[in-house]
């Protein structure tokens, strides 16, 4: 006999204007988080699935509808900068420097937990990652939902986070009763993780606020290494440190050198690839792409214009899940400010699947 946690839940979508938000809409919405429900809504980086953060079951159905590990922590979302008090044991200077110059935005900061917070919600940890988004209808939701709303990106598990309200259908459909359409989101990228309970802060996840950009604020920051290498077996302190992640249903692997040894290797591999029978995807910046003769092409964006590489990077990985292809083959895309969180992004969809071409 079905019971009722097996039964799909109807999942509605409500189109959400920025511009003239539909009040009745969001009163709708934060009536499901207050009742411990979950309701998937934009933010100005990916959509999130949102639930009660100071509601430990409201936080378990939000691992349960992603497949997510449960020790990999929620990030809280909060719509005004005072509500961070009532969550951490302390709102250091830094904390309140970088909420000054960077909220609401793109920055999610890790402090010291109250009690206030259950371990539900940050992965079992004593410290909890919050931040302040900037999207209105997300700051609206916030403020109908209770002020405080877990939301990781609302994808399930592993795949990529998804910057259309469809991309959160694909993936939640019958797993949660509401899903608000607020368009494509503007960056694409998840927000910059940076951890102030340690002496020196540290970046555990990089975004579109960079090290520099942080560092004008409050000096000098590091960089933790797994950003740039693959995770250690260690207890994840925040979203994205420790499981694949972003990764599309078919193989992708990075070829890495210079330009023109980077298009020969991926053009070599493709036509093997082609040969044997396979679907190939190939990603490249919009100066090389005309480069590739094989195989399902698509443009990234030009290489100086590292936003619009972010902005798209989701989107592509999903357009090659509907497509059906077996491998992915991407150039790399270094730039100057927002390439190491594009990059990241990139190896862990690929599961360090990195080639470098001679």
């Not at 560092?215 to 920051?221: Q, T």
């Not at 925040?238 to 972003?246: E, L, N, Q, S, V």
């Not at 493709?270 to 044997?276: G, H, L, Q, R």
Request: aromatic share 6%; hydrophobic share 40%.
């Amino acid at each position: 006999m079905e019971t009722m946690s097996q039964r799909k839940v109807k999942t509605e979508i409500e189109l959400v204007d920025e511009k003239s938000i539909d009040m009745g809409i969001i009163r709708k919405a934060g009536r499901i988080l207050r009742e411990g429900g979950l309701v998937a809504f934009p933010t100005e980086t990916v959509y999130g699935l949102g639930a009660d953060a100071l509601d430990a079951d409201a936080a378990k159905k939000i691992y349960a509808a992603k497949g997510r590990p449960s020790d990999n922590p929620l990030i809280v979302h909060i719509c005004r900068i005072e509500d961070l008090y009532g969550i951490v044991t302390e709102v250091t200077q830094a904390a309140k420097l970088l909420a000054e110059a960077f909220w609401p935005g793109p920055l999610t900061m890790i402090l010291n937990k109250s009690e206030n917070v259950p371990y539900q919600t940050t992965g079992g940890m004593d410290t909890v990652a919050v931040r302040m988004p900037s999207n209105k209808i997300a700051l609206a939701l916030i403020k109908e939902g209770g002020g405080y709303i877990a939301a990781p990106s609302a994808n399930t598990s592993g795949r990529s986070s998804p910057t259309l309200a469809e991309h959160v259908y694909e993936d939640m459909d019958g797993r949660i009763p509401l899903i608000l359409d607020g368009g494509a989101v503007g960056i694409g990228i998840e927000s910059t993780i940076i951890d102030l309970t340690e002496k020196k802060p540290v970046i555990l996840r990089p975004g579109y606020i960079t090290p520099r950009m942080l560092s004008k604020v409050i000096g000098e920051v590091a960089v933790d290494p797994g950003i740039l290498a693959e995770g250690s077996g260690q207890k994840p302190k925040a979203p994205g440190m420790k499981y694949k992640h972003y990764a599309p249903n078919a193989d992708l692997v990075l070829v890495e050198g210079e330009p023109d040894k980077v298009i020969a290797k991926i053009n070599g591999l493709a036509k093997i690839n082609i040969a044997e029978g396979k679907q190939v995807g190939i990603i490249g910046a919009q100066e090389t792409v005309a480069n590739y003769k094989q195989g399902m092409v698509v443009s990234i964006g030009e290489r100086r214009n590292e936003e619009m590489i972010a902005h798209n990077l989701y989107k592509i990985l999903r357009q090659f899940d509907k497509s059906g292809v077996d491998v992915i083959y991407s150039e790399s895309f270094e730039t100057p400010g927002l390439g190491q969180a594009i990059m990241n992004r990139l190896w862990k969809a690929a599961g360090y699947q990195i080639m470098e071409a001679k």
